[in-house]
T-cell receptor
C-alpha cells in the first residue's frame, strides 16, 4: 500500500502565478502534515507543518489539510523563480516521517 | 540558524568496503534520524535514535547497517559491506523534545558504490 502519493510533475508556471501542490495519504493515524522544499542535491528544508484540518498561512505559502479526504495541499502565491525546487509532502505518525515522491516546480521569469 | 552538518559531502567506495557517514546534529536536539534517497526515488526512512538506542528502524536497515553516537556531538551511520544498490544520498536529521516532528535535515552525503 502506497502511503503518501504526490504528482511528480514537473509543474511549470510563469512568475507571479498561484501554484497548487497536492498529496494524498492512506493512513488515518498520520498526525502532522509537513511540506519540505528540496533544491537539487540538498537536504529537505521544512517550510510548514500543520496538525488539524483547515488552512495555515505563512507569508506567500498556505498549507491546507482535509482529513476526511486524506488530502493535503500547499499553495504558493505570487510565485518567484527562486521558488523553483522540488516540494515534498511528508507525514509524521509519532515515530518517523513518510515522504511523498515530490513535485518538481519550475517558475519561469 | 542552527544546522545539521554532514561529512563527507561525497564518498566513492568500492563494493564490499565499509563506509562511515558522519553527522553533527543540532546541539540541543535529542532525536536523531537517518534517511536515504536513491536517485529519482522517495526519501526513505532508515532509522531513528533516541536516548542512546535505536527507537525505530525500517526493513532497509538490516544487519549491514549500524548507528552510533560515539560522543556528545556526533551521530554516525556505518555500512559494513557496501553493495551497488546502497548508492544514494544519505540524510541525517534531528529534532527536539518540544517538536519531535520538526526535523532539520543536513545537506546529505552522496554515496557512490562502484
Amino acid at each position: 500500500q502506497k502511503e503518501v502519493e504526490q504528482d511528480p510533475g514537473p509543474l511549470s508556471v510563469p512568475e507571479g502565478a498561484i501554484v497548487s501542490l497536492n498529496c494524498t495519504y492512506s493512513n488515518s493515524a498520520f498526525q502532522y502534515f509537513m511540506w519540505y522544499r528540496q533544491y537539487s542535491r540538498k537536504g529537505p528544508e521544512l517550510l510548514m507543518y500543520t496538525y488539524s484540518s483547515g488552512n495555515k498561512e505563512d507569508g506567500r505559502f498556505t498549507a491546507q489539510v482535509d482529513k476526511s479526504s486524506k488530502y493535503i495541499s500547499l499553495f504558493i502565491r505570487d510565485s518567484q523563480p527562486s521558488d523553483s525546487a522540488t516540494y515534498l509532502c511528508a507525514i509524521w505518525a509519532g515515530n518517523m516521517l513518510t515522504f511523498g515522491g515530490g513535485t518538481r516546480l519550475m517558475v519561469k521569469p | 540558524e542552527p544546522e545539521v552538518t554532514q561529512t563527507p559531502s561525497h564518498q566513492v567506495t568500492q563494493m564490499g568496503q565499509e563506509v562511515i557517514l558522519r553527522c553533527v546534529p543540532i546541539s540541543n536536539h535529542l532525536y536523531f534520524y537517518w534517511y536515504r534517497q536513491i536517485l529519482g526515488q522517495k526519501v526513505e526512512f532508515l532509522v531513528s535514535f533516541y536516548n542512546n538506542e535505536i527507537s525505530e528502524k525500517s526493513e532497509i536497515f538490516d544487519d549491514q547497517f549500524s548507528v552510533e553516537r560515539p560522543d556528545g556531538s556526533n551521530f554516525t551511520l556505518k555500512i559494513r559491506s557496501t553493495k551497488l544498490e546502497d548508492s544514494a544520498m544519505y540524510f541525517c536529521a534531528s529534532s527536539d523534545l518540544r517538536q519531535p516532528y520538526g526535523y532539520t535535515f543536513g545537506s546529505g552525503t552522496r554515496l557512490t558504490v562502484v
